[in-house]
């Protein structure tokens, strides 16, 4: 069985299941921890815990690139 890393923690599942799309159209499985507490505690426990998002360890630096993309694609707030 491979192992599993985390890639990252996200606030939200709405983020979370957005990256798991974007790895998962890269060809990159992904799985998410967390996701349960965070849609039944909401923003509270998002503050402590989060959604992880998980990888297999084979495909770590190609999902570690997908989520740089993804940051580089987020517009910065003083642009507006």
Same mark, same amino acid.
């Given at each position: ?55 297999? #360890? ?18 910065? #707030?003083?642009?507006?």
């Amino acid at each position: 069985m491979d192992k599993t890393v985390k890639l990252t923690t996200c606030t939200s599942s709405f983020e979370a299941h957005i990256l798991k799309g974007k790895l998962q159209a890269e060809g990159i499985e992904s799985m998410l921890q967390n996701e349960n507490i965070s849609d039944l505690y909401g923003g509270i426990v998002s503050t402590f815990t989060g959604v992880d998002i998980l990888v297999f #360890e084979a495909d770590y630096d190609r999902a570690l690139a997908v989520l740089n993309d993804v940051n580089e694609e987020e517009p910065e #707030e003083d642009a507006k």
